[in-house]
């Protein structure tokens, strides 16, 4: 009994070994008092004679006599000559030489015994207990990943709060951003190697590496990189970083003192079938690559006879054969009485549920783009440019206004907008999508900003071109939205109308105009300036044409000559002036001014944030890509499993999954043969419906097999 209650302490850890360190004490005394004797002896020399034949150094040696005091004896009481006398004298220096180094190198083995022993225990002890802690340090190292990719700016050198996500914005990656990502990693994958191969010595110097490498470069390096302090309040990141990292250390260090365990059998998701087991499971099949990550580090690092082909195979069974135990489970604890109704609460929750889902997926671009005007928010445009010109020349207006010139249009005046078209059906369903924070009244100032720097010989070659033959009158408008936070949508938006000048009557004026002559005032060009403008969410500028069957009206150009004080000489700038009066074309406009060019712009709504990924593909967009790739997902899970049901539906899977963990037990064992002979059987199961039906009928409806 005394016995078996010692080998079950022994067994648990809890048995403490004193004979070792008795031993090894009295070893030590024994070799101090040795030490304190030779020490404290005094040389005897007697008058004998040493023995025929044999050296008197060697006799010394063998009688226990130190030689240093051979230099002491008289002369006369050595029957010896000089160079015998030499000789001793020179043995007894490199004995002495001798002695100390001993000395010196028992005194550094009794320094360094105490290491010696510790790490001699640590990697062959008598006994251990052996443990698991893998998952959580791969947990601990998995929350590190994300720790540095969102707090990065605390990692990096002179990072904002946004971390990365302003490096991803604007598509750049940082390069030490990538080199900690990979460090991290890589660790990740040593990590799991020294695990797969159950190498402690590997373990304990990649612990030792690990403490020094984190230590310099959270208190040195890092510091130094930032030019910010460990201890600062504002430096969160790398505190939690350390803290998690730590916990990773001792959880190392724990694996490391009770050694790997012998045999690491399946998933650490697969220690017990139940639902929560089921959907974490589920889960971790889901993470992209992460599966596929584990099965080649495991058949890298594993012995066994399989291949490739053959790993991944047991592989995909064992995970199939995991879920079905684990529903087989659920039902044996849940069970269904035979020949009962399903309750309305599984139907309307259930079949309700992935109900409603596919009918969202089927409506959901056209309700999203629907929702637009609701759900979106007003974006005015920030910056307006308006250009003309004549062919390829110099342009001969050309304006930019900002916010000051650009206001949205007051409620009053939009109430009177749609009073004017109450009677078009047309008009009032445009504007029905609108609110009055959607428009801006721009306001351009008739003078151009920019004295017209054309070359003498190009005017005259202007000026003869508009004799002989049709010029185009270009007018091009630019707007600018402040929309950085939504990256689908442009923030620049133009377009052009051109109009072909083909009555001689206006070209001729227009040359008169350019050639000096006073008579010609101004010239009234073709119906060119927009009424209504459109600006989308694509990016397009629009003209409405919904509103107004006339959609451009007239522009008056006039080319004004002067001189300024800083400049010598005579300068020429254009003057621009739409058509305009009271009533026209804005009669819903308070005191309009006919000096200023006037423009109605509509502006869609931006969407969220949150939406605008989805939004930038438009409706047939979401339709090509994210409605048909849900349908076909839900074809998979809805059809087709008429081919499956020999694997899916066994009702007792115990004796597969038996097998498979046997197939793990032999393969941990070394047992390579055995592995390749249960597998075999195992690929045998599945290829033989008859065997596989008698495999997995229960247990209560056949005798159990042989």
Known sequence: MVFFHRFMLKSLGLWKDTQRSVTGQEEDLSVDKVDDKLSD?????????????????VAAAESGLELAGLGTLPMQDCDCSGEDIDQVREQSAVDESC?????????????????????????????????????????????????MVFGYWAFGTGGSED???????????????????????????????????????????????????????????LPAISHRGFVEDKNLPPKLWYFIKCIYLILSAYQIRSGYPTRILGNFFCKKYNYINYFLFKGYMLVPFLYELRSLMDWIWTDTSMNLSNWLKMEDIFANVFLLKCIRRAEEEYPTPRGSRRSSLTKYGLGGLLLFAIILIIWFPLLLFSLGNTVGRSLLPSDVTLEL???GYQPLFKINVQQGAIKPLSYDSWRLLQAQYKNSAGALAFLANYDAADVAVISINGNSTAVWSISPPSQEALIQELNQTSVALHLRW???RDIEDVKEFERTHGDEKVVNLADPALRREL????????EVRGVTAPPILPKYLLVSRAGRVDVVRALDGEMYRNLTLRLHTGAFQNLSGLSEWWQVQGSCSENYPYPFL????CSYLNIIV???KVFPQALSLLSGYGIVGLYTTFVLVASRLMRGFMAGTSFTIMFDDMPYVDRVLQLCLDIYLVRESRELALEEDLFAKLIFLYRSPETLIKWTRPTHLQPRLQ
């Not at 040389?43 to 008197?56: L, R, S």
């Open 41 to 57: 002896e005094k040389v005897v020399v007697t008058e004998e004679k040493p023995v025929e034949g044999m050296p008197a150094t």
């Open 99 to 147: 002695m100390y180094l001993n000395k010196l190198f028992e005194g550094i083995n009794r320094y360094l015994e105490p290491f010696r022993n510790f790490f001699n225990n640590l990697l062959h002890p008598v006994y251990r207990v052996t443990t698991d802690v893998y998952a959580y340090m791969f947990f601990c190292d998995f929350i590190n990943f994300f720790i």
């Open 163 to 221: 971390g990365v996500a302003s490096y991803f914005k604007r598509n750049e990656v940082p390069i030490p951003f990538l080199i900690m990502l990979l460090a991290q990693f890589a660790l990740i994958v040593i990590d799991r190697a020294l695990y797969l191969r159950k190498y402690i010595l590997g373990k304990l110097v990649f612990q030792i590496f690990m403490v020094l490498m984190i230590h310099i470069w959270m208190f040195f390096v």
């Open 389 to 391: 010109n004549i062919g």
């Open 478 to 480: 630019q707007f600018t």
């Open 511 to 518: 040359a008169a105009m350019l050639s000096g002559d006073a």
């Open 590 to 593: 308070p005191d309009t001014d």
């Open 602 to 604: 509509f502006c869609d």
